[in-house]
């Protein structure tokens, strides 16, 4: 889930934004997880990082499943 290049910084990949969209954190751990781990970097408790590549495949995946 996460990969640290530097101590503290985190490497955010396209599932753990995609994981809290498509399944039910009720019945997959995993989506609850990555949701809570979202509202600490958006919080400031963590701080990370990802790529274009990454947030590119982002869009992709959710203008399939949602729409747009």
């Known amino acids: 889930m996460k990969k640290r290049l530097k101590k503290g910084l985190y490497y955010v990949d396209s599932n753990i934004f995609i994981h809290p969209i498509i399944y039910d954190e009720a019945a997959i751990p995993e989506a609850r997880r990555c949701r809570e781990f979202l509202l600490k970097i958006a919080f400031g408790d963590i701080e ?21």
């Open 48 to 68: 990370a990082y990802t790529s274009l590549a990454t947030w590119d495949e982002v869009t992709w995946v959710v203008r399939r499943i949602v729409g747009g």
